[in-house]
Every structure is written in C-alpha cells, then in structure tokens.
C-alpha cells in the first residue's frame, strides 16, 4: 500500500489561512492592544493632571478662606476687648474716645460708636463733640439688634469717610438690651494685601465677595472692580453650594475656572479663577495615538514582506517532504537564505539515516523530562517555604508600620490639642491683656507710662511667640496633603528663621498614608532646622518626586557639610540615626551624601500606597 494511503492525515482538508494571514495577524495581536493600551495610559495621566491642577486649585482657595477667616476673628476679638472699656462702661465718652482712637491708629482704621437709633455718637475720623450723621450701615446695625452678637458688615460707602469700607461691628448691652454698636471700619486694602501674601501665580485671580455678592478685596489689585457685582453665573453657584468650583466668562469675557469658598466668620466667599487656557490640554494624547497608528501600519507593511519571504521556502520544503515520503529524489533548489529553513533541510535530508540516533535521543530526552519534574518538584516546595517566609515577614512589617502610623498620629493629635488651647485660650488673654496696658499710657505718671510701653512690646512679643508656637505645633496646611504643607514650611522657614527654601516637585498628587505623611513633614522640618543650625547657609533645596512606586524627598544644601561616619545618635531632636529608624519602620530608608566643606544632601524614601488618601 502506498505511504500515502496509509497515512490518514495526507487526505485531511488543506486549512484557508496560510503563513502570511498568520504573519499580520501576530502583527496586529502585538500592535493594537499595545496602541490601546498607550491610549489609555495616556488618556489616564492627562486626567490625573488635569484632577491634580483642579484640587490644587480648590486647596489653594481654601487656605485663602482660612486666612481671611483668621482674619475677621482677629478683630473681631479686638473689639470684643475694646467694648469691655471701664470708660465706656461707665459712660465716660471722652475718655472712651481717646482709647479708641489709640487702637484705630494700631489697626490702621477708624472707629465709631452707634445708638441704637442709628445716630453716631462718636468716631475717630472726626474730633470728639464734632456733628454726626447718621450710620452709613443701617443693616449692620439692624443686624446686631437682632442678633446681638458680633457682626461683620458687607462693603459699604462711608459718609464720613467718603470711601469704600468694612465694618466689624459688636453690641454693647444695658440692662438687658442692646444699647449701642460698636464697629471698628477699614479700607478693603487691608484683605487686599491679605492675599498679595499668598503668592499665588501671577495669572492666578482671587477675590473676596461680601453677601450681595460684592468684591470687597481682589488680586491682583483693580479699583474699577471693588464694589462692583460678580457674573450672574457666579452668583448663582455661591448661592446653591458653600464650596465648590464653577465655569463661566470673566467680566472681561475671559473663560475661567473659579473655586470658592464660604467663609465661616462672615456671610462672604473667597473665590480663586484661574483661565482656562492655563489648564492642561489633551491635545497631545491624540497626537500620540497618530503616531501609533502610523507606527502600526508601518508594521504590518513590513510583517506582509516578511510572510512573502518566509511562504516560498515553506512551500518548497513542503513539496520536498512529499517528494520524500513517495520516494522520489528530492529537489534542493537555490538557498532560502533563511537559517531555520536550511536547518529543516539538513533535517529532512538526514532523517532516514537517523532513525537509531532519534531512538536514543527521545530516551536521553525522557530521562532529561524526569530530571526536570523532579527539579521542578524540589523548586516548587522552596517557593512554598520562602512565600511563608516573606508572608510572615510582611505581617511583621505591616504591625510594625501600624504601630509607627499611630504613634505620629497620636503625636500629631496632642499637637492639635495644644495649638488649640494656644490659640483659643492664651492669645485671647494675651491680647485682652495689651488692651488693659495700653490704657495706662495715659496715666500722669512718665514712669509707669514707660513701664506700660515695656508691658505692651513683652505682650506683643508674646503674642508673636504664641502664634509661632502654634503654626510650629499643628499647621492647620498639613490637612490638605503633603505638597501644600511643605510649601508652607518653606514659608514658615524664610519667615521665622531666616532660611530661603527651594521647593520643587513633580507629583503634585502623590497616594501618601496619613501617618507617612506625618512622618515625612517631621523629618524634613528637622532636617531643615539642621542645615540653620549647622550648615551656616541661608538656603537650602527641597525635591520631591516619584520614583518606581516610591516618594522620594531630597533635601541638600551648599554649606559646611560632615563626615558621615562620625554621627552619632545624641545630636537632639530626631537624630538622623532616630530618622533612618523611623523611616525603615514605614518600609522606607535615608541616604546620606556629604563631605566636609561640600555641602549635605538626604535622600528620603517611603513607598506609595495605592489605597491611602492623596498628598
């Protein structure tokens, strides 16, 4: 019987798809989920900066609102101590005039006494005795009768002052009822230059709106704007939310993206608009995926090429491996020019005389597949016991980190607790106590005068020092993630000590637990204390960015520099050894790079966690 009878796989149908069908198909399996991959990739990272701008936006405004809040509490507890005036309490106006008019002169405004009709009873802008009107705040007044408790005014227009100003306003009680109001009035250039200390970017707008919608305060400074009513868009988002951002055309017909907050001392909101052109465009994501599919057609051009060079010497190696099996003498033809394909001929040629030597081989290769099953066996059972291994090891781990995240934040919360008793309990005294003081400069005596200056210069230091000592326990920044609050430092250090510091970052938003967060910003504020203490430079450089599912923080200077191999661990504070410690507990690490006379440079590292809250 011929071979070809006997060999039932010679009468099977022949498939449709050859080598070349094949050849474009692998092409495309490789090309497009690659090309739908890199859209989405880059789809994604575009929004995510796109989502990062936009919270940086909305934290931005929100720590605006927090410090015009500040702000308006400030006085309004400097009137509060101003209605508790013994002269006022007992009536005598003459002398309440004076003291007064002392503390309008601090604050840079103007103070004005009210009855309960609406008639001015005195104001320091005019001499005392001198002919009133009536208030110029009718609905400020009308709110402290109904309230009677402490209220800021919207913007208004002054008839004595003949300006645009705001008014803080607390009511003086007698017998039971409100008798008069006291308000302490400013010009909207004190809020103005509130937030030309911000240092937001230059194309960057933030305004302060009173309750009719107002600007009472705008930077970058324009005095056309002040007074005048915000888009009726804008309106009606502050209306319907206490926070948020809205989309709309500037009063100079500029497409904007405003976040607002409401303010919790007054009825006011503090926005900040940002252009739309300043936000990033998804523009080159399409560009990319152009690329990609010119690149992908580029690809199958070439994979069609490639068929055609491979089919021909197939198919005459097909045709030789019939020829074979029928009998006949094979024709070699030219060289294919392929190696694998000369290979198969070497093969094919040899095949009959190698029967006794494929024998053998299949024997070796079995005995080999047995070796390799069992060598395989063994290597599974050591995977086995090193993934218990490393499972116990990371349970170890992650106790220690969740012991290492609640010390800091227990740490941090004690910290809160004491810049709150600071800042509710101490400062108030503090200040109440430089009103009492300041009523002594008026005493006969030029001693006791003098003793009362030193009195109120102690009293300002030691309000100052408070206020320090309560940024420096809990800055309230460090809510709002780990970038807002290392700027801040860098403000805090420059302001404080004196240290110019070089923020830089690249990961705006960076997945960061609380407690490394936490960790982070004590590291570095302890690092940057070191470089003023030791280094004898005024600047220092702050880096952060994400490198391989890690944050990493570089802090150097260009100062005295050390030998690291001569620390120790009783150099206060943290200690850099303290540091490193903490820093492994967390699953990161500090590397150190300094020299005498060249300068420090540590590298923090702590790893991302994909689950924690944004920092």
């Known amino acids: 019987m011929p071979p070809e009878q006997r060999n039932p796989i010679l009468h099977r149908p022949r498939p449709r798809v050859g080598i070349r069908a ?73 002398e309440f005039y004076e003291e007064a008019k002392a503390v309008a002169a601090q604050q840079d405004g103007w103070i004005v006494l009210t009855d309960a009709a609406g008639q001015q009873v005195l104001n320091t802008l005019r001499p005392y005795g001198s002919p ?167 690809a199958v051009g070439l994979a069609l090429y490639a068929s055609r060079q491979l089919t021909r010497p197939v198919a005459e190696l097909a045709e030789n491996a019939e020829r074979l099996l029928r009998g006949a003498a094979m024709d070699y033809g030219p060289a294919s020019g392929l190696r694998e394909i000369e290979h198969l001929w070497e093969a094919l040629v040899t095949a009959a005389a190698s029967v006794q030597a494929l024998q053998r081989e299949e024997a070796r290769a079995a005995m080999a597949e047995e070796r390799a099953r069992l060598s395989t066996e063994s290597a599974e059972a050591m995977q086995q016991l090193n993934a218990t291994l490393e499972q116990r090891v990371q349970a170890r781990t992650a106790d220690l980190q ?70 420096e326990l809990s800055p309230p920044i460090l809510e709002s993630g780990l970038i807002p609050a290392l700027q801040w430092l860098s403000r805090w250090m420059q302001d404080t000590h004196g240290l110019t510091v070089h923020l830089n970052t690249d990961a705006p938003v960076l997945p960061i637990a609380n407690s490394e967060r936490l960790l982070l910003f004590q590291v570095v504020r302890e690092l940057l204390f070191n470089v003023k203490k030791h280094a004898q430079v005024s600047e220092a450089s702050v880096v952060v960015s994400e490198r391989h599912g890690a944050v990493q923080l570089v802090v150097s200077d260009a100062g005295a520099g050390f030998d690291p191999q001569t620390l120790n661990t009783s150099d206060g504070g943290f200690g850099l050894f303290s540091i490193r410690e903490r820093l492994r507990y967390v699953g990161g690490d500090m590397a150190i790079a300094s020299a005498p006379s060249q300068g420090s440079k540590f590298t923090l590292t702590v790893p991302l966690q994909a689950s924690a809250p944004s920092a």
């Open 22 to 94: 094949w050849a474009i198909l692998l092409v495309l399996a490789a090309v497009v989920p690659l090309l739908i991959f890199a859209w989405l990739t880059l789809d994604w990272m575009a929004r995510t900066h796109a989502d990062g701008f936009t919270k940086n936006q909305a934290d931005t405004a929100r720590i605006l609102a927090n410090a015009v809040n500040d702000e308006l509490h400030g006085w309004k507890m400097l009137l509060t101590a101003l209605a508790q005036s013994q002269a006022l309490q007992s009536g005598r106006l003459a």
């Open 402 to 471: 969740r012991l290492t995240g609640e010390l800091a934040l227990a740490e941090q919360r004690e910290r809160q607790r004491l810049a709150l008793m600071l800042h509710d309990g101490l400062q108030q005294l503090l200040v109440a106590a430089k009103m009492r003081a300041t009523l002594l400069d008026k005493h006969r005596d030029p001693t006791v005068q003098a003793a009362s200056r030193d009195l109120q210069k102690l009293l300002d230091e030691s309000i100052a020092a408070s206020r320090s000592l309560t940024a």
């Open 132 to 298: 009133l009107p009536t208030t110029s705040a009718p609905a400020l007044l009308h709110a402290i009768l109904a309230e009677a408790k402490p209220v800021v005014s919207d913007l208004v227009f002054g008839k004595v002052a003949q300006r645009w100003l705001i008014a803080v306003a607390v009511p003086i009680s007698r017998e039971g009822r409100v008798a008069y109001m006291l308000d302490m009035s400013f010009p909207p250039d004190r809020l103005t230059q509130l937030l030309e200390r911000q240092r937001l970017s230059t194309d960057w707008t933030a305004v302060v709106l009173d309750s009719q919608h107002q600007v009472v305060a705008r930077r970058p400074l324009s005095q056309e704007r002040i007074g005048k009513s915000v888009p009726p868009w804008f309106a009606a988002a502050v209306r319907a939310s206490a926070h948020g951002i809205a989309t709309g055309l500037s009063p100079y017909d500029v497409p904007i993206r405003a976040a607002f907050n409401r303010l919790t001392e007054a009825p006011w909101v503090v926005s900040l608009s940002i252009p739309l052109a300043a936000f990033p465009s998804p523009r080159p994501v399409y560009g990319f995926l152009a690329l990609g599919v010119v690149l992908g057609c580029l």
